[in-house]
Structures are given as structure tokens and as C-alpha cells.
């Protein structure tokens, strides 16, 4: 068995101070001082980070932190957009699985509030499809499709998706972490500006600035030394088309269901026995496919589900989602994201969630997406 | 004593509203006002400049003192937007005033804190007794890009500050300037609009500055706000310089004569010096007022002043000036900003 035997987020937001490896060293040495372990224990390392090539002209990562640690053991990149913190933690526990190493360092980061946001937007675009890049498409215009497509096949409303953003700006509130710490309200949501119809400023998540660590192992001394551990039960990725215009359904990210339904047949669970789970909510739309592509609700239900904050912490009921505040209100450095949504689930599991903790949960899930769903990572975590 | 003797300023008449701005763009201007505090903004004709501006406030400054055009020795003007990037504004305003020859003169740049700057320079210049008289001037015709939310608050405005030792109206009681190299806004040579960094130019830009302006002040002194009877803090919009002086503890009524940003806009140089001027208008003799600028770049210049028995004498009515308006539409503006040239 493989564990995550330790976790580290940075304060995600505009950290204008510090640079992207100011981040990764603040989460690097706090993981390591949460876990008690000297560098020397760390076999390999494993670091998501979508933007360092285009914004900073700074690719060569895995040796830059290598500086940082004062080693020469193995260190690896990779990139998969908005998922890479999730395909870092995929490949290091299948490092780990294949025998490559015993205890593995996966960092996620991302450094982006040095650049004007329309630089920062298009930068981002680099994950999308060339020709609908040339076609003008945004992120947000992709997910502003998704948006409009599902509201017409399933009757929903504006109001309706920004509920989502209501609960995670809710939950952003009990993460001391959280870039954003205000609650707001429908009405809020309804009154910002569109970003692309019917998507607006707060169904959006920010530009941000954070680092996040875990450290996973099978070296069973270190996962009866640690305070707290959970088991990984199973990390599974798939991919679809990067151009929206290839897939076959639009009310759905395939991605997340071919990823999900692995995931589960790999754990030997079902979605109902999960109670915890952090999904990819970059655009509000985006928590309501994840609800249903995860199994967690029938197609085309999420939207009624959210309207009555169901998956809100304190409705104890049997899922609960986002309570990191999610990308939306916990902020989304895109490298750091998949890290820290398994760094949350780790805190749930071990009942160091603090304000935000929810009853005993036994299963957590963490759900990292690529682009406008190109990849998705399913990955399921157990006591 | 050294100190002010006389002062003047020029607003021009033409005004844009907030409206008028933010319906072309599709914002709603309530969203704006609330953020930025500002209602409407004074817009300089298509005729004026920095020069024409300076000049307007320079004669007004002259006008009912006792101090010549011939008695000034020194001619600084601060502005973000001098009409030459090499050739003196400093001496042509003088030129035109009828400075003579006797005098030195030279321009000053660091954003919204040029003339500041200079009036900190000008002060210990008169009070070492190398000159007698100095002409302190702070004007601008600012703009943003069209779209960017610094086209709802750049304004145009000048005004003018003569410093000396004799009838002093404003006795100059102790100064303190915070510097850093922090570049939250800046403006290549050649290029129209100046580029910003966002939320950047708040925290790390103008807080940063203006409180650590304003502390140190109150340290070296050994003051405290409950000793001011006026608090100025730097007008880039009608919200920081409200939190900047909560955050120090001043309260809304030391700080109410210093917000007529609201109506005019932010005539970046010469904003600081024209809420002074608004201040002035209602300052009784014996008071003390708390003076901190802010520019870009970045750094802030904090004073004390003690208004004197001079001040009936010399005392103008700048909201004369904010009431005397002409309302223009959105093409106008762009006409008289020039935008339309490209």
C-alpha cells in the first residue's frame, strides 16, 4: 500500500513577494518540517507546473529544485495544463507502484500574478485546441459553451450555476489558505460582469499565485512513524479530444468519466462510498459535470442539487464537495491545484480540516482537469 | 519662518461623468463609483496642456500677494505629461509669467508625486537661504487607455505653490519622504497611456508607501492624528485615501475638505496639491494640517503645516472652480484628450 503521509499548501493568492520557486521552497520545507523527514529520505521528485516556459522562459524545473534540496536524485516536470499537480501525484504513485522508488515528493506550483491578466489568459490558451485558439476561444468561451448547452438541455439557469460559487466562496471562508475569505451572495454572482455569457467574473476561477506538496511512500516505517496517513486507492487518468468541437457530448467531460469509472473499479468502490471530494470547479459549470461525470448525481440533476447546497459542509450529507473553497474561492495556481485538492482531501481524512471538517469520512476523491477537459485525473484516497 | 506664502490653481471646466465613461464599455458605473469614488472628472480642452494649465495657476498664485514674478529664483513644475520630453516646461511657464533671468529652473517626474517632490526640495532650498522665493507648480492633462479603469478618474488640473519666509500663510512644520523601487505604474517615453499593474499599485504601491510616509512622520515628531486638524492623503480615487487615513486613525472630519477628488478626478501631479488648496479654503488660522502624497515608482512625501494669521489675506475658493462646470460626452473627451490622434 501506498500512502500520502504529509501535506503543504502556501497561502494561494496574489503573493506578489515571492517568485515560483519562493513558493515551491515554502512547500517543499513545509511538508518536509510537517512530516519530520530530512531530504535525504525523499527518493524522487515529482513537480507539476503548467506556465514557467511560457510566462517566465523557465522550463528546466526538476534541477531547480534539485538546487533547493542540495541532491542529485531524480526529478521530473510535466505539464498537462490545469491538471498537472494531478498527472505529477498519477506518475509518482505509479513510480512508486512500478518500483522505481520508495518515497516520492509530489509538488505542485504556479506563480502568475506577475504578468497582466490578458497575457496570463493567453498563456492559458496554450492548452486549448490550435484552431479554436484562432477561432478566438478562450477558456472561458469553452467553458462558456459547456455552460450554455447544458442550461438549454437540462432547463437550468444563470442563478442556478451561481449557486456553486456561493457554497465555495462559503467554504473559502473556513480556509485560512483560501485566496478569497468573503462570502457572497446569488445576487453578487448575477451582478459581476460577464466574462463570456453566461459565465461571469464570479462564476470564474482567479489568476493566483501558491505551491502545494504532499509526500506519498510505501516505506511502511515511515507510514506507521507518521502522524497522519491515508492510503492511496487508486489514481486513474484519461484523455479526449482537446477541441470541443471533436467530442461527442457537450453536457459531459468524457475525460472525467472514463478516469472516474477506473478509478472506482481500481479502489473496488462505488461513487457512493466516497463522502469527501474535491472537484475541478475552475468555471462554476465545471462542478456541476463533475457531479454527475463522477457518478455522484444522474445527468442533468447537479443543477437542482446545488440550487439547495446540498454538497455544503454543514449539510452533512452523504457528499460533500470542495470544502478548500474549491478553485473558485481557494484560488487555482493551475500546477499547485491537483496537489492541493489531495492535500485537502488528506485533511479530512485525518480530522485536521479544522472549521471545515466534515464528519467521519471514510472515502475522499480529488478530481484535476486539463484544459476544457482534454485530461482528467480520478484519484481515491481511504483510511 | 519658512513655509507657503501664496498659492493658486486651475480646473478646468469641462467635465465627463462616470456615466458617461462606463456606459461605452458596458460597465455598470454604480460598480465603478463604488470602487473608485468618483463621479466625474475635470477634462482639459483640446487648447490646454500642462504649460497652460501651470501658467493659469501661476498668475493666480501672484495674484493678491505681495510677491513678484521678478522675486522668484526658483521654477520647478512636476508633471507626468510635460509637454516636451526634452525641453523645459519650468522655463517656458517662467518665460510667460515673466520670471526674468535670474532664476534656476528645471523639471520633476516620479508619477503623481512630482510637484510633491519638489516642494520638499523647494522647502529646505528657501530655508538654507540660497534663494527667497520659489515657484512650486504640479500639473497634468492625464488619461487612461480607453477601457481601462484609469480613464474614469485621470483628470487635468494644476495648481501652484510659491514658497518663502516672509507672510507665510502655511509655516512649514517638518517633512519625511518613504522610497522604494516598486514600479505599480509606468509610462514609457513616446508611449500615450501609461500601463499598471492592477490591484499591484494598492498594497505593495500606495499603502505601503503613504502609511510608512505617514508613521514615520508621526515618529520623528512624535505626533499623533488627534494633534491635525486636516489630514491629506494622496488622491488616485476617492477610496485609498479614505482607508489610508482610518488605517492611521484620522477621522472623517479631518479628512473632509480633502476629497473633492470625487468631482474632479485625479489630476495625477497636481492632485495632492489641489486637495491642499481645498483644505485651504476652509483652514482656520492655528491649525494643523497632515500632508502625505503618493507616486508610483514608488514613494510618498508626508508634511506639517501650521496655518498662520496670513491666511484670510490670501485664501481663494477653490470650490468656486469645482462648481463651475460644462458637462461633455464621451466623443468630446476623446477629442479633447487627443485620443482620436492616435
Redesign the interface.
Known amino acids: 500500500m501506498t500512502s500520502i503521509i504529509g501535506h503543504y499548501t502556501t497561502r494561494f493568492g496574489?503573493l506578489?513577494?515571492k517568485s515560483l520557486y519562493d513558493l515551491v521552497e515554502e512547500a517543499v520545507f513545509g511538508v518536509l518540517e510537517n512530516t519530520r523527514m530530512e531530504k535525504g529520505q525523499i527518493d524522487a521528485v515529482f513537480y507539476g507546473n503548467m506556465l514557467g516556459g511560457i510566462l517566465e522562459n523557465n522550463v528546466h524545473g526538476g534541477a531547480k529544485i534539485a538546487e533547493l534540496f542540495d541532491t542529485h536524485i531524480p526529478m521530473f516536470r510535466l505539464e498537462a495544463a490545469c491538471a498537472s499537480g494531478g498527472i505529477a501525484f498519477h506518475n509518482a504513485y505509479k513510480y512508486i507502484q512500478a518500483g522505481a522508488a520508495e518515497t516520492v515528493m509530489v509538488i505542485g506550483a504556479e506563480k502568475m500574478?506577475d504578468y497582466?491578466?490578458e497575457i496570463v489568459v493567453s498563456a492559458l490558451g496554450a492548452a486549448a485546441a490550435g484552431e479554436e485558439q484562432e477561432a478566438g476561444l478562450t477558456f472561458p468561451g469553452l467553458y462558456g459553451i459547456l455552460a450554455r448547452v447544458y442550461m438549454m438541455k437540462y432547463g437550468y439557469t444563470e442563478e442556478d450555476l451561481a449557486c456553486v460559487s456561493v457554497k465555495n466562496h462559503f467554504h473559502g471562508t473556513l480556509n485560512k489558505k483560501a485566496q478569497f475569505q468573503k462570502e457572497i451572495t446569488v445576487a453578487d454572482v448575477m451582478?459581476s460582469?460577464y466574462v463570456a455569457s453566461p459565465l461571469k467574473i464570479l462564476d470564474s476561477s482567479p489568476i493566483s499565485d501558491g505551491a502545494s506538496a504532499i509526500i506519498i511512500t510505501k516505506n511502511k516505517q515511515l507510514i506507521s512513524k507518521a502522524k497522519y496517513s491515508i492510503n492511496i486507492l487508486s489514481s486513474a487518468v484519461a484523455t479526449d479530444s482537446i477541441a470541443l468541437s471533436k467530442r461527442a457530448n457537450l453536457d459531459e467531460l468524457a475525460a472525467t468519466v472514463h478516469a472516474a469509472k477506473r478509478a472506482y473499479a481500481e479502489a473496488s468502490l462505488k461513487p457512493q462510498d466516497i463522502s469527501i471530494a474535491e472537484v475541478h470547479d475552475c468555471f462554476t459549470i465545471a462542478e456541476l459535470l463533475a457531479m454527475e461525470d463522477l457518478g455522484f448525481f444522474q445527468k442533468g440533476t447537479a443543477g437542482k442539487v446545488v440550487r439547495d447546497y446540498v454538497t455544503r459542509h454543514d449539510n452533512d450529507s452523504a457528499i460533500t464537495i470542495n470544502t478548500s473553497g474549491g478553485l473558485k474561492a481557494a484560488g487555482h495556481p493551475v500546477g499547485a491545484t491537483g496537489i492541493k485538492q489531495l492535500g485537502e482531501i488528506y485533511l479530512q481524512l485525518t480530522g485536521n480540516a479544522e472549521n471545515r471538517q466534515i464528519k467521519s469520512a471514510r472515502y475522499g476523491l480529488a478530481h484535476n482537469v486539463g484544459g476544457s477537459g482534454g485530461t482528467a485525473v480520478v484519484s481515491i484516497l481511504g483510511i | 519662518m519658512v513655509g507657503i506664502v501664496s498659492y493658486g490653481f486651475y480646473i478646468p471646466k469641462n467635465r465627463i461623468r462616470t456615466e458617461d465613461i462606463s456606459e461605452r464599455w458596458g460597465k455598470n458605473p454604480q460598480h465603478i463609483k463604488n470602487s473608485l469614488g468618483i463621479n466625474e472628472k475635470a477634462v482639459a480642452s483640446h487648447d490646454e496642456d500642462t504649460l497652460t494649465m501651470a501658467y493659469e495657476a501661476s498668475i493666480q498664485a501672484f495674484k493678491g500677494s505681495n510677491i513678484k514674478p521678478t522675486d522668484i529664483e526658483a521654477v520647478y513644475v512636476g508633471s507626468e505629461n510635460h509637454p516636451y520630453a526634452v525641453n523645459p516646461t519650468s522655463t517656458m511657464l517662467a518665460e510667460y509669467l515673466g520670471v526674468g533671468n535670474d532664476y534656476t529652473a528645471y523639471d520633476t517626474q516620479f508619477a503623481c508625486k512630482a510637484a510633491t517632490g519638489a516642494l520638499f526640495s523647494t522647502l529646505g532650498f528657501v530655508q538654507s537661504g540660497m534663494v527667497k522665493h520659489a515657484l512650486v507648480v504640479g500639473a497634468d492633462k492625464a488619461t487612461g487607455r480607453p477601457g481601462d479603469p484609469l480613464e474614469y478618474s485621470a483628470g487635468s488640473a494644476a495648481a501652484a505653490l510659491i514658497v518663502g519666509t516672509q507672510k507665510v500663510i502655511l509655516e512649514f512644520l517638518g517633512g519625511t519622504s518613504y522610497s522604494s523601487d516598486t514600479p505599480d505604474l509606468w509610462r514609457r517615453d513616446g508611449i500615450m497611456f501609461p500601463s499598471h499593474s492592477g490591484r499591484f499599485t494598492a498594497e505593495p504601491g500606495y499603502y505601503r508607501h503613504i502609511l510608512g510616509a505617514a508613521k514615520s512622520l508621526l515618529a520623528k515628531y512624535d505626533k499623533k492624528p488627534a494633534d491635525f486638524d486636516h489630514a491629506i492623503f494622496h488622491t488616485p480615487n476617492g477610496t485609498f485615501p479614505a482607508r489610508a487615513a482610518k488605517a492611521m486613525g484620522f477621522t472623517i472630519e479631518q479628512t473632509k475638505h480633502a476629497r473633492v477628488v470625487t468631482e474632479l478626478g485625479n489630476s495625477y501631479t497636481a492632485a495632492a496639491f489641489i486637495a491642499l488648496c481645498s483644505v485651504l479654503e476652509h483652514a482656520k488660522a492655528g491649525q494643523n494640517i497632515f500632508f502625505v502624497s503618493y507616486g508610483s515608482g514608488a514613494g510618498s512625501d508626508a508634511f506639517m503645516f501650521r496655518v498662520t494669521d496670513e491666511i484670510d489675506s490670501q485664501r481663494k475658493g477653490l470650490s468656486k472652480s469645482v462648481k463651475s462646470k460644462n458637462y461633455i460626452d464621451y466623443v468630446t473627451y476623446l477629442r479633447h484628450m487627443h485620443i482620436n490622434q492616435g
Open positions: 496574489e506578489w513577494d500574478t497582466p491578466a451582478d460582469a
